[in-house]
C-alpha cells in the first residue's frame, strides 16, 4: 500500500497528559501537511512541510502543539498538556511538489478525557 | 471567517438520477478547487479539481463546473449510485500569500452529506 499512513489510529488520554501522532506520506511526496477535523466541520489546515522545513503554521496551532518532519520523510504532531478540546481526528496529507492534489490518510482519532 | 460554503447540508438522491453539490467561495485570490469524498471513520479522497483557467472538468460520472464571476463551483454525479453515498467536502487554494492564503494551503467548506437510494 503507497498511500499516506498514520498512527495511531485512535488515541484515548487523560487531560493535561503529552500525546505524539506519526505520518508516512507517499514516498516521493515533498510537501505534508497537518489538518484537524471537529464534528460537522471540514479539515482546517494546521501546518505544512516542504522536505523538512516547516513553512507555515496556523493561529490554530498553539505553543502546546509542535511538529517536525526531520529528514523530509515521516512528521510527527505531538501535544503537550492536552485539553478536551484537542478532542478532534487529526489528518495528514501528502502531495508532489508542482501539483496541489493532496492525499489524506486514514486520520488519528484524538479523544481527551 | 468561512471563506469557502456548502450552504446544504444534506442532499438525497435516488439511484440513478443526478446529485448536484453546491460550493461558495469568497476569497478572489482561490485559484485552484478540489472536491474530496469522505466516508466515516476515513480520511478524505480526492475526487476532481478545476484550476481557475477552465470552467468545467470532468472525469468519468463526475463533473466539476466553476464560475468565477459568481464565486461559486458545483460537483454533478451522473448517474448517482448507492455507493457514491458519503460527505462531499469542497476546498480551495491560492498561489500567493495575499488575502490570508498560501500555496498549498487547503480551506475547506463543511461538507454536504450525499445519500442516494436504491
Known amino acids: 500500500d503507497t498511500g499516506v499512513s498514520q498512527n495511531p489510529r485512535h488515541k484515548i488520554t487523560k487531560r493535561g497528559q503529552n500525546v505524539t501522532f506519526r505520518c508516512d506520506p507517499i514516498?516521493?511526496?515533498?510537501?505534508l501537511y497537518w489538518y484537524r477535523q471537529t464534528l460537522g466541520q471540514g479539515p482546517e489546515f494546521l501546518t505544512y512541510?516542504?522536505?523538512?522545513?516547516?513553512?507555515?503554521k496556523s493561529r490554530l496551532l498553539s505553543d502546546r502543539f509542535s511538529a517536525e518532519r526531520p529528514k523530509g520523510s515521516f512528521s510527527t504532531l505531538e501535544i503537550q498538556r492536552t485539553e478536551q478540546g484537542d478532542s478532534a481526528m487529526y489528518l495528514c496529507?501528502?502531495?508532489?511538489?508542482?501539483?496541489?492534489?493532496?492525499?489524506f490518510g486514514p486520520g488519528t482519532r484524538l479523544t481527551v478525557l | 471567517d468561512q471563506q469557502v460554503k456548502q450552504n446544504s447540508p444534506s442532499l438525497s438522491v435516488q439511484e440513478g438520477r443526478i446529485s448536484i453539490l453546491n460550493c461558495d467561495y469568497t476569497?478572489?485570490?482561490?485559484?485552484?478547487f478540489l472536491w474530496y469524498k469522505k466516508y466515516p471513520a476515513e480520511g478524505p479522497t480526492f475526487l476532481i479539481s478545476?484550476?481557475?483557467?477552465?470552467d468545467k472538468n470532468e472525469d468519468g460520472r463526475f463533473t466539476v463546473f466553476l464560475n468565477k464571476s459568481a464565486k461559486h463551483l458545483s460537483l454533478h454525479i451522473v448517474p448517482s449510485q448507492p455507493g457514491d453515498s458519503a460527505v462531499y467536502f469542497c476546498?480551495?487554494?491560492?498561489?500567493?500569500?495575499?488575502?490570508?492564503?498560501?500555496?498549498?494551503?487547503?480551506?475547506f467548506g463543511q461538507g454536504t452529506i450525499l445519500t442516494v437510494h436504491p
Open positions: 476569497n478572489s485570490m482561490f485559484d485552484y
Open positions: 514516498s516521493e511526496h515533498n510537501r
Open positions: 478545476i484550476s481557475s483557467i477552465k
Open positions: 496529507a501528502s502531495s508532489r511538489d508542482i501539483h496541489n492534489e493532496q492525499f
Open positions: 476546498a480551495a487554494s491560492a498561489r500567493g500569500n495575499a488575502g490570508g492564503t498560501s500555496y498549498g494551503k487547503l480551506t
Open positions: 512541510f516542504q522536505n523538512e522545513a516547516q513553512l507555515e
